[in-house]
């Protein structure tokens, strides 16, 4: 069974900067395509990067290109999504998820597995 465990939210202001970090056990973690994803108080749950098991392919939604970066370490079972110049609607819970493949994908519905959630807070 896959587990997953986020940290490294908190409250920043507008322009500033957070790295989120989400660990990775129960499993071969090269084997899993990882994503990040948000969901905002009364929205869905949406789409913002994912990687690929060796780190070679990304992707990421459009709001975020150029600010955001999906990374992985898999010497320490971790990836990782850096942020940069963060806004007030980049407010949300964060979690991280993990799907066995070796093609990136961006549906949420496409992932098996979910962390906890980390809360990030934006403030203007």
């Known amino acids: 069974q896959v587990q997953l465990v986020e940290s490294g939210g908190g409250l920043v202001q507008a322009g500033g900067s957070l790295r989120l970090s989400c660990v990775f056990s129960?499993?071969?973690?090269?084997?899993?395509?990882m994503g990040w994803f948000r969901q905002a108080p009364g929205k869905e749950r949406e789409f913002v990067a994912t990687?690929?098991?060796?780190?070679?392919?990304?992707e990421y939604t459009d709001s975020v290109k150029g600010r955001f970066t999906i990374s992985r370490d898999n010497d320490k079972n971790t990836v990782y999504l850096s942020m940069d110049r963060l806004k007030p609607d980049d407010t949300a819970v964060y979690y991280c998820?993990?799907?066995?493949?070796?093609?990136?994908?961006?549906?949420?519905?496409?992932?098996?597995?979910w962390g906890q959630g980390t809360q990030v807070t934006v403030s203007s």
């Open positions: 998820a993990s799907v066995r493949s070796i093609v990136i994908t961006a549906p949420t519905r496409r992932y098996d597995y």
């Open positions: 129960g499993r071969t973690f090269t084997s899993y395509v």
């Open positions: 990687i690929a098991g060796n780190g070679g392919s990304t």
